[in-house]
């Protein structure tokens, strides 16, 4: 039940909604708006699979609200159908060219709806698997450097302007070639699992990222996050994997898994590019290894 895709209807017709909820409410979650300003409020919070959207409204007409839709990196995905009496060629061009996936007129033939929105649901649940395997690292399930790049783009330009603080966080297995020389491979990859999960588990908060950013390393963004607080944080990890107590006969640390961490840290607008963060961050990832591993430095 829980996973029965979710319909976000929005007509001003208390009746057209009911027609529409008839016809679909056996297969979806039906949410609904009666206006384009209640509309926004509605899509952020229940996140639909698919928009069916009136033209004609009092307030925000339907193209307005799809255009607003479509520049909501948050909403953007979602595919948007118009449903609405305009008929018109120019009325159903106009709804395709401001982002629509797909036009119907009304009154709704409840069959071909049906057929419509199941095939558009269909291709954006599919849409929705791509994009996570692009983004997602298959062997620990965090997050890979692709979508760590593409965060960290994100929180630079929007953070910007306001001058907000930012940290990022480099981290790096130490000894690891040693590891796999001692334990093979396979034994690699489990180790790797397991520091992940002590990194995940580590963050608090829900706008902080860890990823794992090559084959021994990881990285965190922590977005409004200080120095200090980013210093702490990393001790949290530095501490969690050396509790984990994985045997590690081969390593000069201790003879457990450690990792080393460096931190950079500042106000976003100090650099705007990835790099900037991600070198600083690695530069004191080196003075950790140097000053001997397992610690942090920032
Ligand atoms: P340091 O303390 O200076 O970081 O030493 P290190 O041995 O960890 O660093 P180095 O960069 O020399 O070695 C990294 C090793 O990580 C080598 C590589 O075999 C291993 N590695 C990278 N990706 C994977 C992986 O996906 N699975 C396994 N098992 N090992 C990996
Ligand atoms: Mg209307
Ligand atoms: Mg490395
Ligand atoms: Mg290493």
Redesign the pocket.
Known sequence: MDNRPVILVIDDEPANIEIVTAVLEDEYEICFALSGEQAVQVARESRPDLILLDVVMPGMDGYQLCRIFKADPLLSDIPVIFATALGDDEAELRGLAVGAIDYVTKPIRPAALQRRVRNHVQMKRMRDQLTEQALRDP?TGLANRRMLERRLQAELHRQARDGGLIAVLML???????F?DSYG?PE??IC?KAVSQALAQAIRRSGDLCARYG??EFACILPGTDLDGALHLAETMRAGVEALAIPHRASQVGQVVTISIGVASGRCDMGSDNAFWLTGADRMLYRS?LAG?NRVSG
Not at 172 to 178: A, N, S, T
């Open positions: 062997l790096d297995i130490d000894h690891f070639k040693g796999n491979h690699g990859d790797l084959g021994e290894k591993r």
